[in-house]
Protein backbone atom coordinates (compact mmCIF):
# COMPACT_ATOMS: atom_id res chain seq x y z
CA UNK A 1 0.00 0.00 0.00
CA UNK A 2 0.88 3.44 -0.81
CA UNK A 3 -0.27 6.99 -0.09
CA UNK A 4 -1.75 9.21 -2.11
CA UNK A 5 0.90 12.08 -1.08
CA UNK A 6 4.69 12.60 -2.16
CA UNK A 7 6.36 11.62 0.66
CA UNK A 8 9.17 12.92 0.05
CA UNK A 9 7.67 16.25 -0.22
CA UNK A 10 6.39 16.19 2.98
CA UNK A 11 9.22 15.50 4.78
CA UNK A 12 10.53 18.54 3.48
CA UNK A 13 7.48 20.58 4.73
CA UNK A 14 6.41 21.40 0.79
CA UNK A 15 3.16 20.46 1.11
CA UNK A 16 2.05 20.11 4.64
CA UNK A 17 2.21 22.49 7.15
CA UNK A 18 4.67 20.96 9.89
CA UNK A 19 2.17 21.26 13.05
CA UNK A 20 0.42 18.54 11.04
CA UNK A 21 3.74 16.48 10.74
CA UNK A 22 5.46 14.66 14.29
CA UNK A 23 8.46 12.91 13.78
CA UNK A 24 9.83 10.26 16.08
CA UNK A 25 13.65 9.15 16.11
CA UNK A 26 12.59 5.59 17.15
CA UNK A 27 9.23 3.50 17.98
CA UNK A 28 7.42 4.62 21.31
CA UNK A 29 4.11 3.41 21.28
CA UNK A 30 2.57 5.28 23.60
CA UNK A 31 3.51 8.52 22.28
CA UNK A 32 2.50 7.06 18.80
CA UNK A 33 -1.02 6.52 20.27
CA UNK A 34 -1.83 9.78 21.19
CA UNK A 35 -0.95 11.44 18.40
CA UNK A 36 -2.92 9.47 16.68
CA UNK A 37 -6.03 10.06 18.91
CA UNK A 38 -5.03 13.90 18.36
CA UNK A 39 -4.91 13.87 14.61
CA UNK A 40 -8.18 11.50 14.34
CA UNK A 41 -10.13 14.31 16.55
CA UNK A 42 -8.72 16.67 13.81
CA UNK A 43 -9.68 19.74 16.44
CA UNK A 44 -8.72 22.92 13.35
CA UNK A 45 -10.13 20.75 10.73
CA UNK A 46 -6.96 20.47 9.01
CA UNK A 47 -7.16 17.20 7.62
CA UNK A 48 -5.35 15.01 9.71
CA UNK A 49 -1.61 14.80 10.29
CA UNK A 50 1.25 12.31 9.53
CA UNK A 51 3.95 10.82 11.89
CA UNK A 52 6.99 9.70 10.75
CA UNK A 53 8.76 7.00 12.66
CA UNK A 54 13.31 6.55 12.50
CA UNK A 55 13.29 10.09 11.49
CA UNK A 56 14.82 12.64 14.19
CA UNK A 57 13.24 16.24 15.00
CA UNK A 58 15.04 19.46 15.04
CA UNK A 59 13.39 22.90 15.75
CA UNK A 60 9.68 21.11 14.57
CA UNK A 61 11.34 19.83 11.24
CA UNK A 62 12.76 16.38 9.92
CA UNK A 63 16.40 16.30 10.49
CA UNK A 64 17.23 14.33 7.19
CA UNK A 65 18.72 11.89 5.90
CA UNK A 66 16.95 10.30 8.46
CA UNK A 67 18.06 7.37 10.81
CA UNK A 68 15.70 5.12 9.77
CA UNK A 69 14.29 1.98 12.10
CA UNK A 70 15.30 -1.86 11.45
CA UNK A 71 13.57 -3.25 8.45
CA UNK A 72 12.79 -6.57 10.34
CA UNK A 73 10.73 -4.55 13.12
CA UNK A 74 8.15 -3.32 11.02
CA UNK A 75 6.09 -5.94 10.94
CA UNK A 76 5.58 -6.46 14.48
CA UNK A 77 5.08 -1.98 14.78
CA UNK A 78 2.12 -2.46 12.34
CA UNK A 79 0.27 -5.26 14.15
CA UNK A 80 0.66 -2.80 17.61
CA UNK A 81 -0.69 -0.01 15.71
CA UNK A 82 -3.52 -2.48 14.36
CA UNK A 83 -4.11 -3.17 18.05
CA UNK A 84 -4.55 0.51 19.42
CA UNK A 85 -6.99 1.04 16.73
CA UNK A 86 -8.99 -1.90 18.50
CA UNK A 87 -8.51 -1.84 22.07
CA UNK A 88 -6.86 1.74 22.96
CA UNK A 89 -9.26 3.99 20.97
CA UNK A 90 -12.74 4.67 21.03
CA UNK A 91 -14.55 4.73 19.02
CA UNK A 92 -11.92 2.53 16.74
CA UNK A 93 -9.91 4.11 14.41
CA UNK A 94 -7.14 2.63 12.00
CA UNK A 95 -4.37 5.36 10.63
CA UNK A 96 -2.89 4.08 7.60
CA UNK A 97 0.51 2.78 7.80
CA UNK A 98 3.24 2.65 5.34
CA UNK A 99 7.09 1.86 5.07
CA UNK A 100 9.05 4.37 2.63
CA UNK A 101 12.64 4.01 2.18
CA UNK A 102 14.86 7.15 2.17
CA UNK A 103 17.94 6.95 0.56
CA UNK A 104 19.11 3.54 2.13
CA UNK A 105 16.99 3.96 5.42
CA UNK A 106 13.67 2.58 6.09
CA UNK A 107 11.40 4.78 7.86
CA UNK A 108 7.48 4.48 8.94
CA UNK A 109 5.05 6.81 7.84
CA UNK A 110 1.64 6.43 9.59
CA UNK A 111 -1.08 8.57 7.82
CA UNK A 112 -4.31 9.50 10.16
CA UNK A 113 -6.40 11.27 8.53
CA UNK A 114 -9.80 13.29 10.25
CA UNK A 115 -11.78 10.05 11.65
CA UNK A 116 -15.63 10.31 11.42
CA UNK A 117 -16.69 9.74 14.47
CA UNK A 118 -14.93 12.07 16.34
CA UNK A 119 -14.09 12.53 19.33
CA UNK A 120 -11.77 9.88 20.33
CA UNK A 121 -10.21 9.12 23.09
CA UNK A 122 -7.20 6.49 24.26
CA UNK A 123 -5.99 5.29 27.12
CA UNK A 124 -3.70 7.25 29.22
CA UNK A 125 -0.99 5.13 29.06
CA UNK A 126 0.23 1.40 27.68
CA UNK A 127 0.19 0.00 30.94
CA UNK A 128 -1.98 -3.61 31.02
CA UNK A 129 -4.05 -2.57 33.79
CA UNK A 130 -4.98 0.99 32.73
CA UNK A 131 -8.84 1.73 32.75
CA UNK A 132 -8.64 5.99 31.82
CA UNK A 133 -8.85 6.79 28.19
CA UNK A 134 -8.57 10.78 27.77
CA UNK A 135 -8.86 13.15 24.73
CA UNK A 136 -6.05 14.18 22.80
CA UNK A 137 -5.30 17.24 20.39
CA UNK A 138 -3.39 19.22 18.86
CA UNK A 139 -2.23 22.64 19.37
CA UNK A 140 0.64 24.10 17.20
CA UNK A 141 2.95 20.85 16.73
CA UNK A 142 1.98 19.38 20.09
CA UNK A 143 -0.33 16.61 21.21
CA UNK A 144 -2.04 17.79 24.59
CA UNK A 145 -4.84 16.36 26.96
CA UNK A 146 -7.76 17.96 25.63
CA UNK A 147 -8.87 19.91 29.07
CA UNK A 148 -11.11 22.66 30.06
CA UNK A 149 -12.59 25.13 27.33
CA UNK A 150 -10.66 22.78 24.63
CA UNK A 151 -12.57 19.33 26.01
CA UNK A 152 -15.99 20.97 25.71
CA UNK A 153 -15.03 22.81 22.02
CA UNK A 154 -13.71 19.26 20.98
CA UNK A 155 -17.56 17.73 22.56
CA UNK A 156 -19.12 19.91 20.25
CA UNK A 157 -17.33 18.72 17.05
CA UNK A 158 -19.38 15.38 17.76
CA UNK A 159 -21.01 13.88 15.01
CA UNK A 160 -20.00 17.27 13.05
CA UNK A 161 -17.51 15.77 10.37
CA UNK A 162 -16.96 18.80 6.86
CA UNK A 163 -18.95 18.41 4.49
CA UNK A 164 -15.96 18.14 2.39
CA UNK A 165 -15.31 14.47 4.28
CA UNK A 166 -18.94 13.63 4.45
CA UNK A 167 -19.95 10.79 1.82
CA UNK A 168 -22.53 11.81 -0.62
CA UNK A 169 -25.69 9.16 -0.39
CA UNK A 170 -26.68 10.62 -3.89
CA UNK A 171 -23.49 9.38 -5.82
CA UNK A 172 -21.78 6.63 -6.69
CA UNK A 173 -18.41 5.17 -7.26
CA UNK A 174 -19.65 5.29 -10.66
CA UNK A 175 -19.16 8.85 -10.58
CA UNK A 176 -15.69 9.17 -9.99
CA UNK A 177 -12.97 9.31 -13.15
CA UNK A 178 -10.40 6.91 -12.52
CA UNK A 179 -8.13 8.61 -15.02
CA UNK A 180 -8.58 11.98 -12.90
CA UNK A 181 -7.13 10.08 -9.94
CA UNK A 182 -4.46 8.65 -11.83
CA UNK A 183 -3.65 12.37 -13.29
CA UNK A 184 -3.33 13.71 -9.90
CA UNK A 185 -0.96 10.82 -8.42
CA UNK A 186 1.36 11.26 -11.52
CA UNK A 187 1.18 15.40 -10.83
CA UNK A 188 2.45 14.95 -7.23
CA UNK A 189 4.38 12.34 -7.38
CA UNK A 190 2.72 9.90 -5.66
CA UNK A 191 4.39 5.78 -5.64
CA UNK A 192 0.76 5.37 -5.50
CA UNK A 193 0.98 5.50 -9.19
CA UNK A 194 2.59 2.70 -9.52
CA UNK A 195 0.24 0.42 -7.60
CA UNK A 196 -2.45 1.70 -9.13
CA UNK A 197 -2.68 -0.53 -12.53
CA UNK A 198 -3.34 -3.56 -10.38
CA UNK A 199 -5.93 -2.07 -8.31
CA UNK A 200 -9.55 -1.91 -9.08
CA UNK A 201 -11.07 1.81 -9.02
CA UNK A 202 -12.51 1.15 -5.63
CA UNK A 203 -9.76 0.01 -4.10
CA UNK A 204 -7.78 3.17 -5.39
CA UNK A 205 -10.53 5.40 -4.14
CA UNK A 206 -10.33 3.65 -0.61
CA UNK A 207 -6.38 4.47 -0.29
CA UNK A 208 -7.09 8.05 -1.71
CA UNK A 209 -9.86 8.60 1.07
CA UNK A 210 -12.06 10.00 -1.38
CA UNK A 211 -14.95 6.91 -0.41
CA UNK A 212 -16.27 5.39 2.32
CA UNK A 213 -18.70 2.14 4.10
CA UNK A 214 -19.23 -1.35 3.66
CA UNK A 215 -18.79 -3.12 0.14
CA UNK A 216 -22.35 -3.08 0.03
CA UNK A 217 -22.73 0.74 0.45
CA UNK A 218 -19.97 2.59 -0.71
CA UNK A 219 -20.07 5.99 -1.39
CA UNK A 220 -18.30 8.92 -2.63
CA UNK A 221 -16.95 11.64 -0.25
CA UNK A 222 -17.63 15.25 -1.19
CA UNK A 223 -14.14 15.77 -2.10
CA UNK A 224 -13.74 12.94 -4.39
CA UNK A 225 -16.54 14.53 -6.27
CA UNK A 226 -15.28 17.52 -6.36
CA UNK A 227 -11.82 16.79 -7.43
CA UNK A 228 -12.42 13.34 -9.66
CA UNK A 229 -16.00 13.35 -10.63
CA UNK A 230 -17.04 12.86 -14.07
CA UNK A 231 -19.96 15.47 -13.69
CA UNK A 232 -19.05 17.68 -10.39
CA UNK A 233 -21.64 19.79 -11.08
CA UNK A 234 -24.62 17.23 -11.31
CA UNK A 235 -23.60 17.10 -7.25
CA UNK A 236 -22.83 20.40 -6.49
CA UNK A 237 -24.69 23.02 -8.93
CA UNK A 238 -22.52 26.23 -8.03
CA UNK A 239 -19.22 25.16 -7.57
CA UNK A 240 -18.34 27.04 -10.49
CA UNK A 241 -16.28 30.57 -11.09
CA UNK A 242 -18.11 33.36 -12.91
CA UNK A 243 -15.49 35.76 -13.99
CA UNK A 244 -17.52 39.28 -15.62
CA UNK A 245 -15.81 42.17 -16.89
CA UNK A 246 -17.50 45.37 -16.86
CA UNK A 247 -15.86 48.02 -19.34
CA UNK A 248 -18.40 50.61 -18.36
CA UNK A 249 -18.32 50.33 -14.60
CA UNK A 250 -20.71 47.76 -13.05
CA UNK A 251 -23.42 50.80 -13.71
CA UNK A 252 -22.69 50.00 -17.16
CA UNK A 253 -25.00 48.38 -19.92
CA UNK A 254 -22.77 46.17 -21.17
CA UNK A 255 -20.53 43.15 -19.83
CA UNK A 256 -18.91 40.08 -20.84
CA UNK A 257 -19.16 36.49 -18.56
CA UNK A 258 -17.75 33.64 -18.95
CA UNK A 259 -18.38 30.64 -16.27
CA UNK A 260 -15.74 27.80 -15.25
CA UNK A 261 -16.66 24.56 -14.06
CA UNK A 262 -15.23 20.95 -13.32
CA UNK A 263 -13.17 19.84 -11.18
CA UNK A 264 -11.52 21.70 -8.78
CA UNK A 265 -8.24 22.15 -10.13
CA UNK A 266 -9.12 22.30 -13.39
CA UNK A 267 -11.55 25.10 -12.61
CA UNK A 268 -9.51 27.26 -10.97
CA UNK A 269 -6.49 26.99 -13.72
CA UNK A 270 -8.72 27.90 -16.02
CA UNK A 271 -10.50 30.89 -14.25
CA UNK A 272 -7.04 32.12 -13.49
CA UNK A 273 -5.74 31.26 -16.83
CA UNK A 274 -8.75 33.47 -18.53
CA UNK A 275 -8.02 36.31 -15.72
CA UNK A 276 -4.47 36.86 -17.20
CA UNK A 277 -4.69 36.37 -20.72
CA UNK A 278 -7.53 38.81 -21.27
CA UNK A 279 -7.66 41.75 -18.18
CA UNK A 280 -4.34 41.51 -17.19
CA UNK A 281 -1.84 44.29 -18.61
CA UNK A 282 1.93 46.13 -17.75
CA UNK A 283 3.29 48.77 -19.04
CA UNK A 284 6.97 49.69 -18.86
CA UNK A 285 7.61 53.51 -17.95
CA UNK A 286 10.82 55.21 -18.81
CA UNK A 287 11.94 57.59 -16.81
CA UNK A 288 14.42 60.82 -17.72
CA UNK A 289 16.12 61.15 -14.19
CA UNK A 290 17.44 57.44 -14.55
CA UNK A 291 18.46 54.46 -16.57
CA UNK A 292 15.96 51.93 -14.72
CA UNK A 293 12.69 51.80 -16.07
CA UNK A 294 9.21 50.92 -13.99
CA UNK A 295 7.21 47.93 -14.50
CA UNK A 296 3.56 47.71 -12.95
CA UNK A 297 0.60 45.77 -13.88
CA UNK A 298 -2.69 46.90 -13.63
CA UNK A 299 -3.79 43.92 -11.29
CA UNK A 300 -1.02 41.76 -9.76
CA UNK A 301 -1.30 38.09 -10.49
CA UNK A 302 0.00 37.10 -7.46
CA UNK A 303 -2.49 38.66 -5.94
CA UNK A 304 -5.35 37.45 -7.75
CA UNK A 305 -4.13 33.97 -7.87
CA UNK A 306 -4.01 33.83 -3.69
CA UNK A 307 -7.26 35.32 -3.73
CA UNK A 308 -9.04 32.97 -5.85
CA UNK A 309 -7.70 29.93 -4.00
CA UNK A 310 -8.59 31.02 -1.22
CA UNK A 311 -12.03 31.56 -2.16
CA UNK A 312 -12.33 27.93 -3.62
CA UNK A 313 -10.40 26.32 -0.20
CA UNK A 314 -12.68 28.36 2.31
CA UNK A 315 -16.09 28.85 0.69
CA UNK A 316 -19.22 26.36 1.66
CA UNK A 317 -19.97 24.41 -0.56
CA UNK A 318 -23.10 23.83 0.85
CA UNK A 319 -24.65 27.02 -0.13
CA UNK A 320 -26.00 27.47 -3.54
CA UNK A 321 -24.01 30.28 -4.64
CA UNK A 322 -21.10 30.72 -7.05
CA UNK A 323 -17.62 32.24 -6.58
CA UNK A 324 -18.17 35.39 -8.40
CA UNK A 325 -15.01 37.76 -9.80
CA UNK A 326 -15.96 41.00 -11.19
CA UNK A 327 -13.33 43.03 -13.36
CA UNK A 328 -13.85 46.70 -14.11
CA UNK A 329 -11.52 49.42 -15.11
CA UNK A 330 -10.80 50.48 -11.64
CA UNK A 331 -10.81 47.65 -9.19
CA UNK A 332 -11.52 43.26 -9.26
CA UNK A 333 -13.38 41.91 -6.67
CA UNK A 334 -13.53 38.27 -5.18
CA UNK A 335 -16.91 37.38 -3.90
CA UNK A 336 -17.50 33.91 -2.28
CA UNK A 337 -20.09 32.97 0.29
CA UNK A 338 -20.37 32.15 3.30
CA UNK A 339 -17.76 35.05 5.24
CA UNK A 340 -14.65 34.05 7.36
CA UNK A 341 -15.18 31.80 10.49
CA UNK A 342 -16.30 33.24 13.45
CA UNK A 343 -12.53 32.21 15.57
CA UNK A 344 -10.79 35.52 12.99
CA UNK A 345 -11.17 38.93 14.16
CA UNK A 346 -12.02 41.88 11.31
CA UNK A 347 -9.38 44.04 12.63
CA UNK A 348 -6.69 41.34 12.70
CA UNK A 349 -7.96 40.18 9.35
CA UNK A 350 -7.55 43.42 7.82
CA UNK A 351 -4.29 44.27 8.82
CA UNK A 352 -3.30 40.96 7.36
CA UNK A 353 -2.76 38.94 10.78
CA UNK A 354 -5.38 36.43 11.20
CA UNK A 355 -5.53 33.17 12.23
CA UNK A 356 -8.37 30.84 11.69
CA UNK A 357 -8.62 28.63 14.90
CA UNK A 358 -10.98 25.64 12.57
CA UNK A 359 -10.92 25.00 8.59
CA UNK A 360 -13.88 24.88 6.83
CA UNK A 361 -12.72 22.13 4.21
CA UNK A 362 -9.74 20.16 5.17
CA UNK A 363 -9.75 17.99 2.52
CA UNK A 364 -10.05 20.44 -0.23
CA UNK A 365 -7.42 21.94 1.37
CA UNK A 366 -5.40 19.00 1.31
CA UNK A 367 -5.27 17.90 -2.28
CA UNK A 368 -4.70 21.84 -2.93
CA UNK A 369 -1.71 21.85 -1.02
CA UNK A 370 -0.44 18.46 -2.82
CA UNK A 371 -0.93 20.46 -6.50
CA UNK A 372 1.06 23.28 -4.70
CA UNK A 373 -2.01 25.67 -5.45
CA UNK A 374 -2.30 26.85 -1.46
CA UNK A 375 0.61 26.93 1.07
CA UNK A 376 -2.17 27.04 4.16
CA UNK A 377 -0.30 28.02 7.15
CA UNK A 378 -2.65 31.58 7.33
CA UNK A 379 -0.93 33.08 4.89
CA UNK A 380 -2.83 33.48 2.01
CA UNK A 381 -4.06 37.23 3.01
CA UNK A 382 -0.24 38.40 3.56
CA UNK A 383 0.48 37.44 0.17
CA UNK A 384 -2.46 39.38 -0.82
CA UNK A 385 -1.31 42.90 0.56
CA UNK A 386 2.59 41.54 -0.79
CA UNK A 387 1.69 41.29 -3.97
CA UNK A 388 -0.28 44.64 -4.03
CA UNK A 389 2.64 46.68 -2.35
CA UNK A 390 5.20 45.28 -4.31
CA UNK A 391 3.27 46.55 -7.43
CA UNK A 392 2.84 49.77 -5.70
CA UNK A 393 -0.96 49.26 -5.85
CA UNK A 394 -3.45 50.90 -3.44
CA UNK A 395 -3.56 48.33 -0.23
CA UNK A 396 -6.55 45.17 -0.82
CA UNK A 397 -9.70 45.79 0.72
CA UNK A 398 -11.51 42.99 3.04
CA UNK A 399 -15.25 43.04 4.06
CA UNK A 400 -17.49 40.59 5.36
CA UNK A 401 -20.91 41.43 7.17
CA UNK A 402 -21.72 40.76 11.34
CA UNK A 403 -23.59 37.53 10.15
CA UNK A 404 -20.63 36.58 8.04
CA UNK A 405 -22.78 36.00 4.90
CA UNK A 406 -20.09 36.85 2.27
CA UNK A 407 -16.58 37.57 1.83
CA UNK A 408 -15.62 40.09 -0.26
CA UNK A 409 -12.15 40.88 -1.78
CA UNK A 410 -11.23 44.30 -3.45
CA UNK A 411 -8.25 44.61 -5.40
CA UNK A 412 -7.85 48.49 -7.17
CA UNK A 413 -6.35 49.06 -10.00
CA UNK A 414 -3.13 50.44 -10.01
CA UNK A 415 -3.32 54.32 -10.48
CA UNK A 416 -1.00 54.43 -13.39
CA UNK A 417 -2.59 51.63 -15.52
CA UNK A 418 -5.69 51.57 -16.11
CA UNK A 419 -7.14 48.82 -18.36
CA UNK A 420 -9.59 48.67 -21.45
CA UNK A 421 -9.23 45.15 -23.16
CA UNK A 422 -7.83 45.79 -26.66
CA UNK A 423 -6.69 49.56 -26.05
CA UNK A 424 -3.34 50.56 -26.29
CA UNK A 425 -2.18 53.30 -23.58
CA UNK A 426 -1.26 56.69 -25.13
CA UNK A 427 2.19 55.90 -23.69
CA UNK A 428 2.63 52.99 -25.00
CA UNK A 429 5.05 53.67 -27.69
CA UNK A 430 7.46 55.08 -25.26
CA UNK A 431 6.89 52.66 -22.36
CA UNK A 432 7.06 49.71 -24.55
CA UNK A 433 8.87 50.50 -28.10
CA UNK A 434 8.95 48.16 -31.20
CA UNK A 435 12.17 46.84 -30.68
CA UNK A 436 11.79 45.94 -27.32
CA UNK A 437 8.64 43.94 -28.29
CA UNK A 438 10.65 42.67 -31.09
CA UNK A 439 13.57 41.80 -28.84
CA UNK A 440 11.85 39.86 -26.06
CA UNK A 441 9.39 37.50 -29.32
CA UNK A 442 12.95 36.55 -30.52
CA UNK A 443 14.19 35.19 -27.12
CA UNK A 444 11.00 33.69 -27.19
CA UNK A 445 11.20 31.90 -30.00
CA UNK A 446 15.32 31.14 -29.64
CA UNK A 447 13.88 29.55 -25.96
CA UNK A 448 11.91 27.38 -27.81
CA UNK A 449 13.93 26.45 -31.01
CA UNK A 450 15.63 24.12 -27.80
CA UNK A 451 12.59 22.63 -27.21
CA UNK A 452 8.61 22.90 -26.16
CA UNK A 453 7.85 24.95 -23.05
CA UNK A 454 5.58 25.73 -20.75
CA UNK A 455 4.56 29.62 -20.11
CA UNK A 456 5.64 29.64 -16.61
CA UNK A 457 8.85 28.07 -17.61
CA UNK A 458 9.20 30.62 -20.50
CA UNK A 459 8.50 33.34 -17.88
CA UNK A 460 11.18 31.95 -15.63
CA UNK A 461 14.23 31.93 -18.25
CA UNK A 462 13.07 34.91 -19.56
CA UNK A 463 14.08 36.38 -16.04
CA UNK A 464 10.68 37.58 -14.99
CA UNK A 465 9.40 37.31 -11.29
CA UNK A 466 5.99 35.73 -12.76
CA UNK A 467 4.21 35.52 -16.05
CA UNK A 468 3.71 39.20 -17.37
CA UNK A 469 0.77 40.61 -19.26
CA UNK A 470 3.61 41.14 -22.22
CA UNK A 471 4.39 37.97 -22.72
CA UNK A 472 0.65 36.69 -22.67
CA UNK A 473 0.38 39.53 -25.38
CA UNK A 474 3.47 38.57 -27.48
CA UNK A 475 2.51 34.57 -27.25
CA UNK A 476 -0.72 35.04 -28.62
CA UNK A 477 1.00 37.19 -31.22
CA UNK A 478 3.20 34.59 -32.04
CA UNK A 479 0.13 31.64 -32.37
CA UNK A 480 -1.70 34.03 -34.37
CA UNK A 481 1.58 34.81 -36.69
CA UNK A 482 2.44 30.46 -36.62
CA UNK A 483 5.59 31.08 -35.34
CA UNK A 484 5.09 29.09 -32.32
CA UNK A 485 2.09 26.47 -31.88
CA UNK A 486 0.16 24.57 -28.90
CA UNK A 487 1.59 20.97 -28.05
CA UNK A 488 -2.67 20.16 -27.20
CA UNK A 489 -4.14 22.90 -29.62
CA UNK A 490 -7.70 20.48 -28.76
CA UNK A 491 -7.04 21.84 -24.94
CA UNK A 492 -6.09 24.85 -25.07
CA UNK A 493 -6.63 25.64 -21.36
CA UNK A 494 -4.83 22.25 -20.44
CA UNK A 495 -2.72 22.58 -17.39
CA UNK A 496 -0.10 20.87 -19.26
CA UNK A 497 -0.21 23.19 -21.92
CA UNK A 498 3.12 23.80 -23.83
CA UNK A 499 4.81 25.76 -26.85
CA UNK A 500 6.61 24.60 -29.55
CA UNK A 501 8.29 26.74 -32.64
CA UNK A 502 6.99 25.98 -36.14
CA UNK A 503 9.15 26.10 -38.88
CA UNK A 504 8.45 29.95 -39.40
CA UNK A 505 9.74 30.67 -36.17
CA UNK A 506 13.01 28.35 -36.58
CA UNK A 507 13.46 30.48 -39.73
CA UNK A 508 13.32 33.34 -37.99
CA UNK A 509 16.30 32.26 -35.25
CA UNK A 510 18.39 30.84 -37.88
CA UNK A 511 17.99 34.38 -39.54
CA UNK A 512 18.89 36.19 -36.54
CA UNK A 513 21.21 33.42 -35.38
CA UNK A 514 23.26 34.19 -38.63
CA UNK A 515 23.81 37.68 -38.00
CA UNK A 516 20.67 39.14 -39.92
CA UNK A 517 17.74 40.85 -37.66
CA UNK A 518 14.65 39.10 -36.68
CA UNK A 519 12.08 40.48 -39.30
CA UNK A 520 9.50 42.41 -37.51
CA UNK A 521 6.26 40.24 -37.27
CA UNK A 522 4.16 43.18 -38.51
CA UNK A 523 5.69 43.17 -41.53
CA UNK A 524 4.21 41.50 -44.82
CA UNK A 525 6.14 38.55 -45.77
CA UNK A 526 5.98 34.70 -47.28
CA UNK A 527 6.71 32.26 -44.43
CA UNK A 528 6.78 29.22 -47.27
CA UNK A 529 9.84 31.23 -48.76
CA UNK A 530 11.56 31.74 -45.95
CA UNK A 531 11.52 28.24 -44.46
CA UNK A 532 11.47 26.15 -47.74
CA UNK A 533 14.71 24.70 -47.55
CA UNK A 534 14.58 24.06 -43.67
CA UNK A 535 11.06 22.18 -44.11
CA UNK A 536 12.43 19.95 -46.84
CA UNK A 537 15.74 18.94 -44.67
CA UNK A 538 13.92 18.38 -41.45
CA UNK A 539 10.92 16.56 -43.62
CA UNK A 540 13.06 14.26 -45.12
CA UNK A 541 15.45 13.74 -41.55
CA UNK A 542 12.50 12.63 -40.03
CA UNK A 543 10.21 10.53 -42.22
CA UNK A 544 13.28 8.52 -43.30
CA UNK A 545 13.07 6.59 -39.67
CA UNK A 546 9.29 6.17 -40.29
CA UNK A 547 9.27 3.00 -42.53
CA UNK A 548 12.10 1.13 -40.27
CA UNK A 549 10.26 1.98 -37.35
CA UNK A 550 7.21 0.36 -39.09
CA UNK A 551 8.95 -2.43 -40.83
CA UNK A 552 7.29 -1.30 -43.47
CA UNK A 553 8.57 -0.16 -47.54
CA UNK A 554 8.79 3.28 -47.80
CA UNK A 555 6.60 3.60 -50.41
CA UNK A 556 4.14 2.17 -48.27
CA UNK A 557 4.36 4.85 -45.83
CA UNK A 558 2.36 7.43 -45.87
CA UNK A 559 1.72 10.83 -44.66
CA UNK A 560 -1.63 9.64 -42.96
CA UNK A 561 0.58 6.79 -41.50
CA UNK A 562 2.76 9.70 -40.56
CA UNK A 563 -0.32 11.14 -38.93
CA UNK A 564 -1.24 8.22 -37.60
CA UNK A 565 2.23 6.96 -35.34
CA UNK A 566 2.08 10.74 -34.63
CA UNK A 567 -1.03 10.84 -33.02
CA UNK A 568 -0.14 7.57 -31.21
CA UNK A 569 2.93 8.90 -29.59
CA UNK A 570 1.30 12.55 -28.57
CA UNK A 571 -1.74 10.87 -27.18
CA UNK A 572 0.84 8.69 -24.99
CA UNK A 573 2.86 11.58 -23.89
CA UNK A 574 0.22 13.66 -22.50
CA UNK A 575 -0.11 10.60 -19.95
CA UNK A 576 0.04 6.25 -19.95
CA UNK A 577 -2.66 5.07 -22.55
CA UNK A 578 -4.10 1.66 -23.26
CA UNK A 579 -4.13 0.48 -26.27
CA UNK A 580 -7.81 1.35 -27.13
CA UNK A 581 -7.06 4.87 -26.22
CA UNK A 582 -4.16 4.73 -28.60
CA UNK A 583 -6.01 3.14 -31.31
CA UNK A 584 -9.14 6.10 -30.92
CA UNK A 585 -6.14 8.52 -31.15
CA UNK A 586 -5.25 7.29 -34.71
CA UNK A 587 -8.48 6.93 -35.59
CA UNK A 588 -8.35 3.05 -36.14
CA UNK A 589 -11.13 0.79 -35.52
CA UNK A 590 -9.71 -2.48 -36.46
CA UNK A 591 -7.84 -3.78 -33.29
CA UNK A 592 -5.46 -6.50 -34.89
CA UNK A 593 -4.74 -4.24 -37.47
CA UNK A 594 -3.59 -1.75 -35.31
CA UNK A 595 -1.75 -3.91 -33.17
CA UNK A 596 0.19 -5.39 -35.99
CA UNK A 597 0.56 -3.19 -37.71
CA UNK A 598 1.03 0.42 -35.72
CA UNK A 599 1.59 -1.11 -31.69
CA UNK A 600 4.00 -3.57 -32.34
CA UNK A 601 6.63 -2.13 -34.80
CA UNK A 602 6.28 1.63 -32.55
CA UNK A 603 7.56 -0.39 -29.48
CA UNK A 604 10.00 -2.67 -30.93
CA UNK A 605 11.56 0.57 -32.35
CA UNK A 606 11.69 1.72 -29.26
CA UNK A 607 9.25 4.77 -29.32
CA UNK A 608 6.60 3.21 -26.71
CA UNK A 609 7.22 0.94 -24.02
CA UNK A 610 4.58 -1.28 -21.69
CA UNK A 611 3.67 0.11 -18.06
CA UNK A 612 3.50 -3.66 -16.95
CA UNK A 613 5.39 -6.91 -17.52
CA UNK A 614 2.64 -9.04 -18.44
CA UNK A 615 1.35 -8.44 -21.96
CA UNK A 616 -2.04 -9.21 -21.74
CA UNK A 617 -2.50 -7.23 -17.83
CA UNK A 618 -6.28 -5.91 -18.34
CA UNK A 619 -4.52 -2.56 -16.59
CA UNK A 620 -1.74 -2.65 -19.32
CA UNK A 621 -0.84 1.28 -20.18
CA UNK A 622 1.56 2.18 -22.65
CA UNK A 623 4.20 5.10 -22.53
CA UNK A 624 6.52 7.06 -24.51
CA UNK A 625 9.96 7.28 -24.13
CA UNK A 626 12.50 9.28 -24.68
CA UNK A 627 13.46 7.95 -28.42
CA UNK A 628 9.88 8.28 -28.94
CA UNK A 629 9.44 11.93 -27.77
CA UNK A 630 12.45 12.91 -29.71
CA UNK A 631 11.30 11.84 -33.01
CA UNK A 632 7.24 13.37 -32.07
CA UNK A 633 8.71 16.73 -30.95
CA UNK A 634 10.74 16.78 -34.82
CA UNK A 635 7.75 15.74 -37.04
CA UNK A 636 5.47 18.31 -34.92
CA UNK A 637 7.09 21.36 -36.34
CA UNK A 638 6.67 19.80 -40.07
CA UNK A 639 3.82 21.71 -42.03
CA UNK A 640 0.49 20.01 -42.43
CA UNK A 641 -1.25 18.95 -45.21
Known amino acids: MALPVNIDDLLHGRSVEWERMEFKQGWNPEAVLHSICAFANDFRNLGGGYIFIGVAEQDGQAVLPPLGIPPASIDAIQKEILNFGYNAIVPQYHPVVVPHVVGTKTILVIWAPGGQQRPYKAKLSLAKDERQFRYYIRLNSSTVVAQGDYETELLSLAAQVPF ?48 DGAAEALFPRNV ?3 FFGKEPQQHFREARIEVAWFPDGPAGNSFEEKVFTGPLDRMLREALDFIQRNYLHDVVTKHPDRAQATRTVNY ?82 PKIMRAMQENGSPAPLFETEDERITFLVRLPVHPENLFVPGAQPESQPE ?114 ELPAALRAPTAQVTAQAAAQVGAI ?73
Open 300 to 381: PYGAIEEALVNAVYHRSYEVREPIEVRITPEELTILSYPGPDRSINLEQLRAGRAVSRRYRNRRIGEFLKELDLTEGRATGI
Open 569 to 641: LAASAQAEQSADALMGAAGLSHREHFRKQYLVPVMQAGWLVRTLTQPNHPQQRYKITDKGRNWLERFNVLPKP
Open 164 to 211: DDRVNQRATVEDLDRERMLSFLKEVGSELLNEAPALSTVDLARQMHIV
Open 431 to 544: SQPESESESLEFRILTLLSSGTRSKATLSKDLGQRSVSGQLNQLIRKLLDDVRIELTIPEKPASRLQQYRITPTGLALVQGGAKGDKAPSTNAAQDPNAQVTAQVETLTASVLE
Open 224 to 226: GLL
